[in-house]
Each structure stands twice: as C-alpha cells, then as structure tokens.
C-alpha cells in the first residue's frame, strides 16, 4: 500500500479515535494506516497495524519530546499524512512536529479526504459560524476536532515497538503544579444539563447537578464557570475553545448562548434552554425554551421527574 496515514494522540481514547479518522482517509486513497503511541504496548489501540515508540526515558508528558519521536520515526516511514488528535497538548505535538518534518499543518480538520495530492478537509471558523473548506499539499500534518468521528474498539493486534535511543528535551521543567480536574467525558453522554452565568453561586450547581442525576445526564457548563470562576473542572466545559458534545439531549440552564458556546453543542439532537431573558441567544439554538427563573424552574422539574420515578 503506497498511502500511509498515521494516527496519534497521547491517550489511547483519542487515539481510537484519530484511528476512525485515519481508517476512512487511508481506505478511500487506497492505502492502510498505523495507530502510534509513546511507551505502553500498544494494547489499548485499535487498528491491525500498531507502532509504538520508546526511547531512554518516558516520552508521552512532553510534547517536546513526543514531536521529536514522532519526527524521527515518520522520517524513516515517510508517512503521507500524520493524524493527530486536537487536544490542546495534540495541538502543540502537531505543530512541533510540522516544523521539525518541514510539513504544512492545519487544525481541527474533520470530514477528511485525499484528492488531487492534498488532505481535504473541513473546519469550523468564526466560532462555528461558518465551515471551511481546506486542502493541504501532501505529505502533511493535521490535528481531528475531537468528537467528530466514533472511536474504534481496542484490537488483539501486537504493536511493533520501535527503540528511538536518548532522545534530549528541548525545554525544561520549572515547576509542577497539579490541576484540578473532572471524571466526565461529555463527548460520549447521552444527555447533558449544562450551567451558565444564571447560576449565581457555586453552591448552587447542587440544583444542576440533582436534575442531571434524575434524568441520568451528566453536568457541563460554559466557558466562566470553568475558566474565569473555577466553579468547574475545564472538562465540562462546553464549546468552541473546550468539548464539542453530540448528546440526545442538551439542556442549557442560565446560558446566553454565545456562539463560542453554540458551537459545541450544534450536533446535538434536541437543544432545550432555561433563561430569564426571553431574547437570550440560546433560544434561537434551542428545539425547546423556557423563559422563567432557574431557581423557580428547576425544583418543580426536579420534583416532578422524582414523583414519576415512583
């Protein structure tokens, strides 16, 4: 097969993912793909073909040192395209790793293709309000909007292990501090409550979080009661610049609806919305609208799905 694709990303879940992406690119240009990771055996990856790369010391906390592995193996593969999965450290191994292999590299690609020598593919601009048409001159790098494509299972296939030697960093470590973080994952919920800036105080998330447990959802929220308010870990936070969900349902309690935050909940199948303010944005996403106030709103949703329960 002369096409080669290469899928990675620093976790095997996004990996599976990249794979799904890489599997269809490779199948259409009549090629085959290879799922690559950094140190482990590979177990946890889809796909027949796995490579794992290894060197002296750990490689996969450092984008540093992982654009650098990558860098040395695609060199001797020459890979035509090489996938990477559009996390923020996904984003940095990319662009490294562009540069050191003297490639094209573009972002946030999905709906991917080959044709006439260039990766095609799209990408949402203007915080989702428009979608974008791309084509890169091959070989080339390319990160996945996450979320956009179903993960591939984990396959028996063995990896081949590749020994890279010392591998240097170029930057140091000055100091470690640990970050808070959450166990959702938003990108496979079904159902989703999301909070905004209606929700006046932390404590009172509790509202939130009690009608997401009564329908079985999970809790998300926009980007100030993650990112300016702490209120939330970032991995509920919804929209352009965090998760882009695709649930069944998702309820957005409190929210403006601003399009960064439109943006990542645009897959989903029926958008519902709390507001107090009649012209709130949301409502022109939302399938379904109640104009009230949260606090007075969500007890008797609350109250009444708990009496149906019974």
Same mark, same amino acid.
């Given at each position: ?33 290879? %799922?690559?990771?950094? /140190? ?11 490579? %794992? ?14 654009? @650098? ?29 562009? %540069? ?21 593919? $799209? ?44 591998? $240097? ?15 959702? /994952?938003?990108?496979?919920? $079904? ?18 979080? /009690?009608?997401? /447990? ?69 409502? @022109? ?26």
């Amino acid at each position: 097969m002369s096409f080669k694709v290469w899928a990675f990303s620093e976790t095997p879940e996004l990996a599976n993912e990249v794979a799904a992406a890489a599997s269809g690119l490779a199948s259409g240009a009549g090629g085959g793909y290879t %799922v690559v990771s950094l /140190d482990g055996d590979g177990s946890a990856l889809a796909g027949d073909d796995k490579l %794992v790369l290894k060197a002296s010391a750990p490689l996969a906390p450092s984008p540093d040192l992982a654009a @650098e592995a990558l860098a040395r193996a695609a060199r001797e593969s020459n890979p035509d395209v090489v996938l990477i999965g559009s996390s923020r450290n996904g984003k940095e191994i990319a662009a490294r790793l562009a %540069v050191k292999l003297g490639q094209p590299c573009v972002s946030d690609l999905f709906g991917l293709s080959v044709a006439g020598g260039a990766l095609r593919g $799209k990408r949402n601009v203007f915080a989702g309000k428009l979608l974008a048409e791309t084509a890169e001159p091959l070989p080339c790098v390319a990160t996945v909007k996450v979320g956009s494509y179903p993960s591939l299972p984990a396959s028996s296939a063995k990896a081949l292990e590749k020994e890279l030697g010392e591998l $240097k960093p170029t930057t140091r470590v000055i100091e470690r501090r640990e970050k808070k973080r959450g166990t959702v /994952d938003l990108r496979n919920a $079904k159902l989703i409550v999301s909070a905004g800036r209606g929700v006046k105080k932390k404590e009172d998330l509790a509202l939130i979080s /009690d009608l997401a /447990d009564v329908l079985g959802g999970a809790v998300g929220c926009s980007r100030p009661l993650s990112s300016d308010m702490g209120w939330l870990p970032e991995e509920h936070h919804i929209g352009l610049t965090g998760v882009s969900v695709h649930p069944d349902l998702y309820l957005a309690v409190g929210i403006s609806g601003q399009l960064q935050h439109v943006a990542g909940i645009k897959d989903s199948k029926v958008i519902a919305a709390i507001n107090s303010d009649k012209s709130a944005p949301i409502f @022109e996403a939302a399938d379904y609208g109640i104009v009230g106030d949260l606090y007075l709103v969500l007890p008797a949703m609350i109250k009444e799905l708990r009496g149906r329960r019974h």
